[in-house]
């Protein structure tokens, strides 16, 4: 063997040696090399010493929002006006019942006020057809005598919900009033003969309003009224 095939010989194992040195034996258990199409792992959130958050402790935490009473602010939960107003709503889902007492409180005012004028047009629209015939006959007697009202409407102070009920079809609804009022009759002279002209006066009615569920006609009628205490 020559010099120079030693020579080659001594460099192959040097090369060999390196490459060892370099990559190592596979043992079978190295990781493979990560994808890189592989997610990256996201990064450890910092504590709240280092990001300057404060921790709300469990204690106080907001309390889940609680579910209000289908009729709050109009009737008590599981009371026979509720369970009146409940019924109403299953055959008329448009049905809102703050809205109808918005509407009750104009339509007593209109009422009121249409009666002391002796409007029966308007009363014709908003009475069922007894109570219209009731109020027309008042005005006739009053017509008959010489005399006139003058109302003042001063305020609404309360109007809540004392009955509701569904008899059928028709869905009745009762409402009380109470209301402060300036009213004075007067004869055919303009003699003050019921009431003052200068005097506010406390006034409670209960009446009550119905609809006809079944008729597309969203508007309620008065069909009966009392003086309350």
């Known amino acids: 063997m020559d010099v120079t095939t030693l020579v080659f010989m001594g460099l ?44 709300n402790h469990p204690a106080h935490e907001p309390d889940p929002e609680v579910v209000k009473p289908r009729w709050a602010g109009i009737a008590e939960p599981d009371s026979d006006v509720a369970q009146g107003l409940t019924a109403i709503a299953a055959v008329d889902p448009a049905f809102d019942a703050k809205e109808f007492l918005e509407g009750a409180r104009g339509a007593y005012e209109m009422i009121v006020t249409a009666f002391a004028r002796g409007d029966r047009t308007m009363l014709r ?41 569904l008899r059928g079809k028709s869905a009745q609804i009762t409402v009380r009033f109470q209301s402060k009022l300036i009213s004075a009759t007067r004869d055919r002279q303009g003699t003050i003969t019921d009431g003052a002209a200068d005097k506010v006066v406390d006034v409670t009615d209960i009446w009550t309003f119905a609809r006809d569920t079944g008729q597309r006609d969203p508007n309620w009628k008065l069909i009966a009224t009392e003086s309350g205490q």
């Open 12 to 55: 192959a194992a040097i090369v060999v040696w390196r490459l060892w040195a370099v990559l190592g034996t596979r043992t079978g258990q190295e990781q493979t090399p990560p994808s890189r199409f592989a997610r990256r792992p996201e990064p450890l959130p910092e504590s709240p010493a280092e990001t300057g958050t404060i921790l």
């Open 125 to 165: 629209d908003l009475l069922s057809r007894d109570v219209f015939e009731g109020f027309a006959a008042a005005i006739a007697d009053r017509e008959k005598r010489g005399e006139t009202i003058e109302t003042t409407f001063v305020s609404i102070d309360k109007a809540t919900i004392e009955e509701a009920e």
